[in-house]
Structure formats: C-alpha cells, structure tokens
C-alpha cells in the first residue's frame, strides 16, 4: 500500500491494482485482514481485476493532560 496523504486527521492508503493479488495471496487467502476493519466482507471478495482501494485510518484523539495543582 501506498500512503497518499496524512494530516492531523489521520492517514490515507492506496491499495494500487498492482499490489491486489498480493494482498489477496498475502493478507486475505492468511486470514490477516482484521475483521474489525470498515467493509470486511467486501474486501474478502476482492478480485485480482478490482479497481484501487482507498483507506482512511484516523487518529485517535489525543487525551489533554491537565496540570496538577
């Protein structure tokens, strides 16, 4: 995967059509892909012909720490 862009969102990843059968021998056929992960399912049905995919992963929000008095 390819990371397009990040900012203090989060980051965004490019599964480029090159790298699809490789995630499909690699990550799917493994059992690797997390299942907690936004349309599971779909991307267990890849196909070695699918379009790119785009992933967003955001950032969690940072926990202000307040000073002690």
């Keep these: 995967m390819d990371m397009c862009y990040s900012d203090e969102e989060g980051v965004l990843s490019v599964l480029r059509i090159d790298f699809i059968p ?4 690699n990550v799917i056929n ?6 907690k992960i ?4 779909k991307l267990m ?3 070695e012909d699918s379009n790119p995919v785009l992933f ?4 969690k929000p940072k926990v202000q720490q307040t000073e002690a008095v």
């Design 45 to 47: 049905d890849i196909k």
């Design 22 to 25: 490789y995630f499909i021998e």
């Design 56 to 59: 967003f992963h955001k950032y």
């Design 38 to 41: 936004d349309d599971y399912e």
């Design 30 to 35: 493994k059992g690797l892909l997390n299942p």
